[in-house]
């Protein structure tokens, strides 16, 4: 319990909570149990924020790095940079102008922010600290929301005319299809966010139920099988790790070369 300004505070451990209180710390129960004492407003950051602002400073200072030694090396990069950079021409040249084609320019600061933001925090979570910040589906929500915001704002004309009224299609027909066409706006992000969760949830939950085994095992054989089953299990995360923040990459190019497609009737 702390106390500032007269004003008693303590923590409701069930909930995980901040709530206001007397001077002996007393919570108050209405009559069906429920908690009624004042609970304040919480600025406080959790674990996942912390990383993501981790995450963001360095890439901030990667890449800044990166850009200034381009300035200073007469366009070619040294240190990390030259770690980076093919990975930065790999997103524009395979994963941009294949997918959005020539207006893939406006997208790149965006899908290489989210290439190696995802990425970064894919790995983190495989670090001992344990926060496996794409594992919680708010984030992924988040990220996934970026990509419908920036489809839908930036999208032509002929994009939302193949969604609401088709050309060349027979107008009955065009009339059951739009609510489907309309519906799938919605969910090509709803996949984007689950498919980053799920694979990244269901890879530690694999990976710490194979740890756990040690401890059930109890004995030398159980244990060292669990133990190198787990590290070669660490091995292909890594691997899914880059491959997610690679589909998550490409998907939403290619949601923006559909909002941004010239069609010839």
């Known amino acids: 319990m702390v106390s500032s300004n007269?004003?008693?505070y303590r923590m409701y451990y069930d909930k995980n909570r901040i709530y206001k209180t007397?001077?002996?710390?007393?919570?108050?129960?209405?009559d069906t149990n429920k908690l009624i004492n004042e609970k304040p407003i919480d600025f406080s950051i959790t674990k996942n924020v912390v990383v993501m602002i981790f995450t963001a400073i360095f890439m901030l200072w990667l890449f800044i790095s990166l850009a200034k030694s381009y300035k200073t090396n007469k366009g070619i990069s040294k240190g990390l940079?030259?770690?980076?950079?093919p990975i930065v021409l790999y997103v524009r040249d395979e994963i941009a102008r294949p997918n959005i084609g020539k207006n893939y320019k406006k997208y790149m600061s965006f899908l290489l922010t989210?290439?190696?933001?995802?990425l970064f925090l894919n790995l983190l979570g495989l670090t001992p600290i344990g926060i496996n910040v794409t594992g919680n589906i708010a984030i992924t929500f988040s990220l996934a929301l970026l990509t419908f915001i920036i489809t839908n704002v930036t999208a032509n004309k002929n994009y939302w005319?193949?969604?609401f009224w088709m050309p060349g299609v027979p107008k009955p027909i065009r009339l059951i299809l739009a609510p489907i066409e309309l519906l799938g706006v919605f969910i090509k992000p709803l996949t984007l966010m689950i498919r980053l969760y799920a694979n990244m949830q269901g890879g530690h939950i694999v990976i710490?139920?194979?740890i756990g085994l040690m401890f059930i095992f109890y004995n030398w054989i159980g244990s060292s099988l669990s133990f190198v089953l787990a590290f070669l299990l660490m091995i292909i995360e890594l691997f899914v790790a880059l491959l997610q923040a690679y589909i998550f990459t490409i998907l939403s190019a290619l949601y923006f070369g559909f909002a941004n497609e010239e069609h010839e009737h």
């Open 6 to 8: 007269d004003n008693y």
């Open 22 to 30: 007397d001077s002996e710390g007393t919570f108050i129960y209405d």
């Open 81 to 85: 940079g030259r770690f980076f950079e």
């Open 114 to 118: 989210i290439f190696f933001f995802v």
């Open 161 to 163: 005319a193949h969604i």
């Open 208 to 210: 710490m139920s194979i």
